[in-house]
């Protein structure tokens, strides 16, 4: 089996309301100068890596973005993933004291109200070969037709017009492959930087995926990812299914719910979504059973196989009651259905975009505690692990050096920088460096010389 770095970056959009919920027009930056007034009073900066390995900062357009630590294994990087919205919602309490506002929402989405896109970024740690780019081409049709499986559900405005589709991302894609990750945005970024031995290792970056409310969903969308990643680095060709342009396709894609729209191919033949993801799901699988690789799953990314399974039956067989739980457009489109219903408003309404925010917000004022502790939607992780995970790191990268290093130069009250590939601990000016090259080990004994030097000298 093939072990594999991987990280979850998130962007969230911020606003404020008054105690009846009413929107208050708080400029972004003014709340997010708030949000990290405490980081930059601490460190002097609006960035920091945390204690648990992951790093806080704040991006451009003054949203807060929090990126996992590296993680090797699905339920960490669940659980690091929901320890960014609980720290976030901790220092937005705080922030709100000191701004007199009732309440700072927090939204885990990708679009906001003036249709400006920001993202949710997967990181997979893969392995340097010759026909790296060649082989990324192969998976722009899984990447184009995921959304169908994986996508967070979108109701979309334009004049004349409210439709309910699969992603918020889909329409803000503007390449397949590109070493540019705004100025193209593209599904796949190439630029490579792998914050790892450069030697042997790349970062497949990729853009396009949502970011996902549902962590059954968020389950399933790294573990299929990573699975087919795990195929192709053991020498299988995905089939060749290029689309003559992916753009379209995938915009397609978004606005069919059904998962049967044609895509016209490169060959001039066509194909469904939910073909595509048949096939290659068929591949996978046929090699895991080959390798004998399903006997060391661990019961996450066996869940997240069985979910892949689950959600391609729903779409052959329309009947989506076992999997309605945990894939999230369909959860979402469920609920607004039934809002709909219940009060005979149309999708227009501006009760319904008040229930997509509602939906997307990791906040006190959110949905997804409610709808988890209502079986409304499933998790895949649970509140000790995300507590846990709040403080300290995945025990399988080197997060775990890094994280010790942080935790004794604060407990030591010591100048420090960190980086995902090394630590700095300042001495009356000096400095010493350690460098992190290897992802994947769990001790350095330079560093735990620079620990036992911390604890020696208190």
């Known amino acids: 089996m093939i072990n594999r770095i991987m990280g979850i970056e998130t962007e969230y959009g911020i606003a404020s309301s008054d105690s009846s919920g009413a929107h208050i027009a708080t400029e972004p930056a003014v709340i997010a100068e708030q949000l990290f007034a405490d980081m930059q009073q601490r460190t002097g900066s609006t960035s920091a890596f945390l204690e648990n390995g992951g790093r806080l900062y704040l991006d451009i357009g003054d949203h807060p973005e929090y990126a996992t630590a590296e993680c090797t294994q699905l339920a960490d990087l669940l659980a690091q993933d929901r320890a960014g919205d609980e720290l976030l919602v901790q220092m937005a309490q705080v922030a709100q004291e000191r701004l007199e ?93 792998p914050h790892a031995d450069a030697e042997n290792y790349r970062r497949m970056h990729v853009i396009v995926g949502d970011s996902n409310m549902s962590s059954a969903t968020t389950a399933l969308k790294v573990g299929m990812t990573n699975a087919v990643l795990n195929v192709m680095e053991d020498g299988v060709r995905l089939p060749s299914l290029q689309l003559l342009d992916p753009m379209r396709a995938i915009r397609d894609v978004a606005q069919d719910l059904s998962g049967r729209v044609l895509l016209e191919r490169a060959n001039g033949q066509t194909i469904s979504a939910t073909e595509v993801q048949a096939e290659i799901f068929q591949i996978v699988r046929e090699h895991y059973e080959r390798a004998g690789w399903f006997a060391d799953l661990d019961p996450l990314m066996r869940y997240a196989f069985d979910l892949w399974e689950r959600a391609l039956h729903a779409f052959e067989t329309n009947d989506f009651g076992a999997v309605h739980t945990e894939i999230e457009w369909i959860a979402k489109y469920e609920l607004i259905t039934r809002y709909r219903h219940r009060f005979h408003v149309p999708l227009s309404d501006d009760r319904i975009s008040r229930l997509e925010l509602a939906w997307h917000d990791v906040s006190s004022a959110g949905l997804r505690s409610k709808l988890e502790q209502s079986g409304v939607l499933k998790s895949a992780v649970s509140d000790d692990d995300v507590a846990r995970a709040m403080h300290y790191p995945p025990q399988t990268s080197r997060a775990r050096i890094r994280s010790a290093f942080i935790h004794a130069a604060r407990r030591h009250h010591r100048d420090f920088s960190a980086d995902w590939g090394l630590v700095r601990l300042f001495n009356d000016g000096n400095g010493v460096t350690v460098g992190l090259s290897d992802p994947f080990a769990t001790s350095n004994a330079d560093i735990e010389a620079l620990i036992d030097s911390m604890e020696n000298n208190e």
């Not at 939204?107 to 026909?131: I, M, P, W």
């Not at 559900?153 to 889909?170: D, I, K, N």
């Open 101 to 193: 506002t009732s309440h700072i929402h927090l939204f885990k989405n990708n679009v906001d109200t003036a249709q400006h896109s920001y993202g949710c970024h997967e990181n997979y740690l893969v392995r340097r070969r010759l026909d790296f780019l060649d082989r990324l081409n192969d998976l722009v049709p899984f990447f184009v037709t995921r959304q169908l499986l994986v996508g967070a559900g979108y109701v979309y405005h334009e004049p004349g017009t409210v439709r309910f589709e699969l992603s918020q991302r889909a329409r803000h894609m503007h390449g397949a492959v590109s070493t540019s990750s705004t100025r193209t945005r593209p599904m796949i970024n190439t630029r490579d930087e």
